[in-house]
């Protein structure tokens, strides 16, 4: 009995203890988590409720915007963005019906059903729209995108959606959605100075929001996603597109008819000019795309930024005069517009651009042609001979055969038979030459020897992206017949003054905060702010990048595009591609059709490149041909006056650079003879150290041929004229010419370069 007892006891002892540690661990466990509640209580306060702006701040249109300030590289004022901003509030129910439907069918047609937010009608809409219709539609409502725009920072975090959803509801629970619809549509910008419908409407129509038409309503409606990519002024071709995509999703919408869709998509934009003062206006609105790509819209508008940017005033407002000089001198030849780059080659900065002869005219002077793509011509030529150079193929003494010649491509049921800018041919030519006087049929031969795939592949090297598909082209490529834009050009070319390394363009050096904090600093050491000064040669050394050829063939390139010996055949000895008392490498471009005339040329530390035509792309007169009438007094002028204060620079020659003498025409290795006499006539070049043997592998060979005794051409054994005769015959990779024959062709007197 007494056993028993003390085994309760021990019995209620242990139930007791284990009754005591339970509700201690359950005052433990409740610790524990009303402490992780309020832990995450506080996080989500300090992330997303703290600090957090109030809707209610949404009718306050009194406050003044700070407006950002576009410098030239010394400090001079090109662009104030946005001191003239006004907002004219309206009232919703006073605008047209088609004003507000726009805007919602473009931005949110959930706008009346949703709470500020529409997971699944905007969000997962956006998402399918941008993958299977392959259409830019935004994910935000109109409410997220008004308190977004006016209360919150342009970032894109986590963070900041999620601030962007509750401050959307917030203001869902203060204003009626007539009331969220007219803050949308006065405070969103439409672009430049334009913030609210009421300003749009006035800066891009001259009339009030009231008056709008349809198709304005429908323009207006497209700009606030994105205003500087669908500006009327610098993407009028965008600007109609996105106009059209209003115009169709207010048509899915049943706001519109049919009928509608069909006459006012297919009407051109009567849009008002830009009267506001602006200097280097294409260069200006390029400099404010790339701010609102870094820093937002917003920011950008109202943020008080000071950006110092790469160009300088002088040389833009000179090259501006000269275009315009220029131009008035040829308007009889049919050319109505042009273009200029300048640029400095070490650093990738653009010195001046000026897109287009006057940017205020209409119906296109605001585009920019040194963005748009355009057909190079013959100016393309230095990176196919380049790339033969760099892959030691060709050397400059190897013998292209300009005569009649015709290529057949596969896939392709027409042979392609390329012709001279002179129609005549030359006869055996050494590379130098052909490039010099850009003559057609060695560059085409050039090209079928490195491949047309090889050829876009290594442009891509080059910095010049808009050469793609192989497919597409035909060995009228390195003549001009791919497009390609001025400022990828300028990269390209820069390749060869930079030793090789090809340099992207740069705009902007310096962005500042209102508070003075620096933002963004461009640093390169080879950046000089004064260029007025004499400038000593890049540290080449110093300049960062993938090489896209060897400094030799760098080397090479630049001296056969200096040597006026080389070009003197085509351009005569006193062309406008000299620039007195400087060694300047110049390639001049004009295409087939005659529709794009370019020259770029450039030194170590100078590059400029011009073109002419129109943009409309109707020829030009024929006789601009060569490219010496066009563009290249432009280019001298203004080449001129960016080397005005400079001393006379050369590229520097690579350790493995060699030069010998080498036979006028073969190219071969000229020899002594035992009596101390040369082998041939010769000239002096340069070559890539291992290649100045490379010539001596093709031999003139004497064989006997048909040779008539009439006219002393070869001809057939059917001639009953002919007579076998030893004669010496010349081949290069696609035809032969007997080189002590009467030739079946007209060749122009050529004489010997002399040593440099």
């Not at 959605?177 to 949308?184: H, M, Q, R, T, V």
């Not at 071709?237 to 209003?246: G, H, L």
């Not at 900065?349 to 605001?366: H, K, Q, R």
């Not at 030793?499 to 080879?526: F, W």
């Amino acid at each position: 009995m007494i056993k028993i007892k003390k085994r309760i006891n021990n019995l209620q002892k242990k139930v007791t203890s284990k009754i005591k540690k339970s509700r201690h661990n359950k005052k433990i466990y409740s610790f524990l988590a009303y402490g992780s509640i309020l832990s995450g209580v506080i996080f989500i306060y300090f992330y997303i409720f703290f600090q957090l702006p109030t809707p209610a701040s949404l009718k306050d249109y009194k406050s003044i915007p700070l407006s950002t300030h576009i410098l030239d590289r010394n400090g001079r004022l090109l662009f104030e963005i946005f001191k003239d901003q006004k907002r004219t509030a309206v009232k919703v129910k006073d605008l047209p019906e088609y004003v507000k439907q726009a805007t919602i069918a473009v931005e949110d047609k959930d706008f009346y059903k949703h709470g500020g937010v529409s997971f699944f009608g905007g969000i997962l809409r956006a998402i399918k729209d941008t993958v299977l219709k392959r259409r830019l539609q935004g994910g935000s409502t109109i409410t997220q995108q008004l308190v977004k725009s006016a209360l919150l920072t342009p970032e894109r975090t986590v963070r900041r959606k999620l601030r962007e959803i509750v401050l959307a509801y917030w203001t869902e629970a203060i204003f009626s959605k007539d009331e969220i619809l007219e803050l949308y549509l006065n405070q969103v910008p439409y672009g430049g100075s334009a913030y609210g419908v009421e300003e749009a409407a006035q800066n891009y129509f001259g009339k009030k929001a009231k008056d709008l038409k349809l198709e304005e309503a429908a323009f207006l409606a497209g700009l606030p996603q994105a205003p500087s990519l669908y500006s009327p002024y610098t993407n009028p071709d965008r600007a109609q597109k996105r106009r059209s995509e209003v115009l169709k999703a207010m048509l899915e919408e049943k706001y519109i008819e049919q009928k509608q869709y069909d006459t006012f998509s297919r009407q051109k934009l009567n849009i008002k000019p830009i009267k506001r003062k602006i200097k280097a206006p294409h260069f200006t609105f390029y400099v404010k795309s790339q701010l609102e790509e870094l820093y937002g819209i917003k920011q950008v508008e109202e943020g008080g930024l000071r950006v110092t940017t790469s160009l300088d005033l002088d040389f833009q407002e000179e090259a501006e005069k000269i275009l315009r000089e220029e131009l008035e001198e040829i308007k009889n030849l049919r050319v109505s517009n042009g273009a200029a780059l300048v640029t400095r080659p070490p650093t990738g900065e653009i010195l001046a651009m000026v897109g287009s002869v006057d940017y205020f005219a209409t119906p296109s002077g605001a585009f920019n042609v040194t963005t748009a793509l355009r057909q190079p011509g013959s100016a393309i030529k230095p990176v196919n001979y380049a790339i033969g150079i760099e892959q030691k193929i060709v050397t400059p003494a190897t013998v292209f055969l300009d005569i009649p010649t015709c290529f057949f491509a596969a896939g392709q049921p027409t042979k392609y038979c390329p012709r001279n800018y002179d129609g005549v041919f030359h006869g055996p030519t050494q590379l130098r030459f052909a490039l010099g006087n850009s003559y057609n049929i060695p560059a085409v031969k050039m090209l079928a020897i490195n491949g047309v795939e090889n050829f876009i592949a290594s442009s891509s090297a080059f910095t010049m992206t808009t050469f793609k598909d192989p497919k597409k082209y035909g060995l009228s490529l390195t003549l001009g017949g791919g497009e390609v834009r001025m400022t990828e050009m300028a990269q390209a070319f820069s390749s060869f003054a930079n030793r090789g390394i090809p340099k992207k363009l740069i705009a902007i050096i310096e962005v500042k905060d209102k508070q003075g904090k620096i933002l963004y600093q461009y640093k390169d050491p080879n950046f000089v702010k004064d260029l007025n000064k004499e400038l000593k040669s890049p540290n080449f050394f110093a300049i960062q990048g993938n090489p896209a050829i060897s400094s030799e063939t760098a080397f090479i390139i630049s001296h056969i595009l200096l040597d006026n010996n080389a070009r003197s055949a085509a351009f005569g000895a006193s062309s406008y591609l000299n620039i007195r008392n400087h060694a300047v490498s110049v390639k001049t471009g004009t295409t087939n059709d005659k529709k794009d005339n370019w020259t770029i040329g450039y030194t170590p530390n100078f590059l400029t490149a011009v073109w002419v035509g129109n943009n409309d792309n109707t020829p030009m007169h024929p006789y601009l041909t060569s490219g010496v009438t066009g563009a290249a007094p432009i280019w001298n002028r203004i080449m001129t006056n960016v080397l005005a204060n400079q001393t006379d620079l050369w590229p520097v020659r690579p350790q493995d650079v060699v030069g010998k003498q080498v036979c006028w025409e073969t190219g071969v290795a000229m020899t002594k003879k035992e009596d101390g006499s040369e082998s041939c006539q010769s000239r002096f070049e340069y070559f890539i150290k291992g290649t100045e043997n490379l010539a001596d592998q093709i031999t003139a060979e004497k064989t006997h041929v048909p040779v008539s005794r009439d006219t002393g051409k070869m001809t057939t054994v059917e001639d009953p004229a002919h007579e076998m005769q030893e004669k010496t015959i010349f081949k290069d990779a696609f035809s032969s010419v007997c080189l002590d024959c009467t030739p079946d062709y007209p060749v122009p007197n050529q004489s010997p370069t002399p040593t440099p």
